[in-house]
């Protein structure tokens, strides 16, 4: 029986001891991690009365540039607007993540008790899928979807517009007394957002290059195009001075030139040729055209092309 | 004046004045660090230019009580984070560097092979694959973006976007992106060689046509108006790069761009080693964060490798004329160790194959991509 556990034990610590270490590690990491990155991230709203509504200010997670919430109220006065660390909000059933903008405690008053009010959020940081999610502690579930009504204004804001009675469900007070404490946050979909812009961004990428390349391709043909002309003009004023060539002599026309590569071959053996008349042998080509030193050769103009590419500093 | 008045005032001295007492095992450690980074640049010659300063940043600040990184009593930066704070957090050296980059980029290889920028765009799927890799391990997706660019292989771009979005993570995101930059002929020839079959390797590519100086000097400005107005937001960086670029094509301003290559660039990248170095300081830097950014940044580098040589099978399943695919691995913009590494490996399968050149065009469009990579994410958190 020992045996066997051994085995079994032995079995396991070879497989899975490694991993689950690694696993326990990156998990530990992982939440110590988390929480250093959320605090930086933590929005801090600041807030600016304006007659009858409340402009709140903040750096949402995920931004570098400010936004503003703007806060009003239907069918009550909107007396205060205040921001609410998450912590006290915190749940398994939601991720702060999903919380860009914070959560907000709205206060209301001077309304008939029991009666319904319309609390309104605008901004152009909200888009069309943006939810308001309501927290009631005194709830067994204590997270809520508010129904509140996604509507889109000029100049691409949204406002979101809630709901709330008093005393209902939503009233974190709990009770009918034309007072509402209204406790939430627009929640938009961080995985959604993630990977969205995943694909925007990289699919953008290939956007922007492939424009590139064909803005490229475009003043490449214009510019060869330009070079081909130059070229014929510098051939026509040399062909008018020059005598008539009989046909058999002309050389192949321009889609029949030769391949480059044979063509430089010609040369340097005509070149070498040359240079062999004038001067003691200096080049035995006879060997191998992959000897050592024609290699050595190649690797040291090569190395000549390649200074311009040298960035040192990189 | 008594005995134990005076040992008062050694020991207050002692205590308050020197290092010595308040030196901890863990700056002991990162002193150790700085040893070894040192190590790797002197002796080994691991990319010298940076991590001799950044070592030696790491190596100055790590001691106690030295009034490098802090403020005074006044609220000025001290010597280091005054380099750093108008250095990086106000976003000029990355920019600047980009400007002596640009003044010695010859972008010929690039003009004569456009398509090659595909290949450039298609290097940075490594870049989005660990952006959305590191939010599962609780990344802020601030913090996954600039972990995520490490993999475009470009150290500039990698300081930039990360002092921009998180420079907490800036000491171990710059680190990270220099070492793998060094490690390039490490790293990339086992994943070609996985990702190549030995008759793929010996594709021969034409010879690249010569461009003309006219086109090398209109090449900046067409480039920076069509990626400017797509990506407003890369703009400090693209600009800066294009208009080093268009000093050195325009042949009038020969000082200027002499300087921008040389003189500017080494002072700047003093400057700048030095302060991510100095960001490197042991309460801030031993945690789990840089051994985690460190592991994401090599997948990131393997999986951008895998997506610039990916990019040219697919191209090649359309083109009349085959790409050798180890020209793909050099879509990371590690100019020009990644193009080396694809010629050496190319020499390899027929020492007759000579493609520097021809990679030498992912490997300048791999600048672009993974600039246009970081406007991307700058954009999307503005």
Redesign the interface.
């Known amino acids: 029986m020992n045996a066997t556990a051994f085995q079994v034990f032995r079995r396991f610590s070879c497989k899975w001891l490694p991993a689950l270490t690694l696993a326990t590690?990156?998990t530990?990491?992982?939440?110590?991690?988390?929480a250093?990155?959320?605090v930086?991230?933590k929005p801090a709203p600041e807030f600016n009365r304006q007659g009858d509504s409340i402009t709140a200010t903040l750096i949402p997670?995920?931004?570098?540039?400010r936004v503003q919430i703007q806060f009003s109220a239907a069918g009550a006065r909107l007396l205060d607007v205040e921001g609410m660390d998450f912590e006290k909000a915190e749940r398994p059933e939601v991720d702060v993540?999903n919380f860009k903008s914070a959560l907000f405690v709205i206060h209301l008053g001077d309304l008939t008790p029991g009666a319904e009010a319309k609390v309104s959020l605008t901004s152009d940081f909200f888009i069309s899928s943006t939810q308001f999610y309501v927290f009631n502690e005194t709830l067994p579930q204590p997270w809520v979807i508010s129904d509140a009504a996604n509507l889109s204004l000029p100049e691409r804001v949204q406002e979101l517009v809630v709901t709330v009675k008093d005393g209902g469900p939503l009233d974190s007070d709990g009770k009918a007394d034309g007072r509402i404490t209204l406790v939430g946050g627009p929640r938009d979909s961080?995985?959604g957002?993630?990977?969205g812009?995943?694909f925007i961004?990289?699919f953008?990428?290939?956007?922007?290059?492939?424009?590139?390349?064909l803005?490229?391709?475009i003043?490449?043909f214009v510019?060869?195009w330009l070079?081909r002309r130059k070229a014929a003009g510098v051939d026509k004023t040399t062909a008018a001075g020059a005598p008539r060539i009989e046909e058999e002599n002309v050389l192949p026309a321009a889609g029949n030139r030769m391949d480059?590569?044979a063509a430089a071959a010609v040369a340097a053996a005509l070149h070498l040729h040359l240079a062999g008349s004038q001067t003691s042998p200096i080049l035995d080509l006879s060997g191998s055209p992959?000897g050592s030193w024609a290699?050595h050769g190649?690797a040291q103009m090569?190395a000549e092309?390649?200074l311009?590419?040298?960035?040192?500093?990189? | 004046m008594s005995w134990a008045y005076v040992f008062e005032l050694i020991q207050n001295i002692m205590i308050t004045q020197t290092g010595i007492p308040n030196l901890a095992i863990k700056e002991v450690f990162m002193i150790g660090v700085a040893f070894f980074f040192l190590y790797l640049a002197v002796a080994k010659k691991y990319e010298p230019?940076?991590l001799v300063p950044i070592g030696f940043g790491i190596f100055l600040v790590n001691f106690p009580l030295v009034p490098l990184m802090g403020f005074s009593e006044h609220g000025n930066p001290e010597l280091i984070r005054a380099f750093y704070k108008y250095g990086i957090e106000w976003e000029i050296i990355p920019c600047v560097?980009f400007l002596?980059?640009g003044a010695?980029?010859?972008f010929g290889p690039?003009?004569?092979n456009?398509?090659t920028?595909?290949i450039?765009?298609?290097a940075?799927?490594g870049v989005?694959i660990t952006?959305?890799g590191v939010?599962f391990?609780?990344?802020?997706?601030?913090?996954?973006a600039s972990v995520g660019i490490i993999g475009g292989a470009d150290?500039?771009t990698t300081i930039y976007l990360t002092a921009?979005?998180?420079p907490?993570l800036l000491g171990a995101n710059a680190l990270a992106a220099y070492s793998y930059?060094a490690m390039v002929p490490l790293i990339q020839p086992p994943i070609m060689r996985l990702m190549t079959t030995p008759a793929q390797r010996l594709i021969k590519m034409r010879?690249l046509?010569p461009v003309?100086d006219?086109?090398k000097l209109?090449?900046p400005l067409?480039?920076a108006i069509?990626?400017i107005l797509?990506?407003p937001a890369v703009a400090p960086l693209m600009g800066m790069f294009m208009f080093g670029n268009f000093m050195r094509e325009c042949g009038v301003v020969k000082r200027l761009s002499d300087t921008a290559q040389n003189a500017l660039?080494?002072i700047v990248?003093i400057f700048l080693g030095l302060s991510v170095g100095a960001t490197m300081q042991a309460d801030k830097f031993l945690?789990?964060?840089p051994?985690?950014i460190f592991s994401f940044g090599l997948m990131d580098f393997v999986v951008c490798t895998f997506g610039g040589i990916l990019t040219v099978h697919i191209m090649n399943l359309f083109l009349k004329e085959k790409i050798n695919p180890l020209i793909g691995s050099a879509g990371v913009s590690?100019?020009?160790m990644s193009?080396?590494v694809s010629h050496s490996e190319g020499l390899k399968a027929d020492?007759?194959n000579?493609l520097?050149?021809h990679a030498?065009g992912p490997n300048l469009?791999g600048v672009?991509?993974s600039a246009?990579?970081a406007g991307?994410?700058?954009a999307?958190?503005?």
């Open positions: 590690a990156l530990a990491a992982t939440a110590a991690w988390a250093f990155g959320e930086i991230e997670r995920a931004k570098s540039t993540k961080f995985w957002y993630a990977l812009t995943l961004r990289f953008g990428i290939f956007i922007v290059l492939c424009l590139l390349m803005g490229m391709i003043s490449g510019f060869q070079a480059p590569a992959q290699l190649r090569m092309r390649m311009v590419f040298n960035r040192k500093n990189r | 230019l940076l560097i002596g980059l010695m980029t010859d690039l003009i004569a456009p398509k920028l595909i450039g765009a298609g940075q799927l989005f952006y959305i939010l391990f609780g990344f802020t997706l601030k913090e996954a150290g500039p921009k979005l998180a907490h930059m010879q046509r003309s006219r086109e209109l090449f067409i480039a069509l990626i797509l990506i660039m080494n990248t945690s789990w964060k051994l985690l590690a100019v020009p193009a080396r020492p007759d000579w520097i050149m030498m469009a672009i991509g246009s990579a991307m994410f700058i999307m958190f503005q």
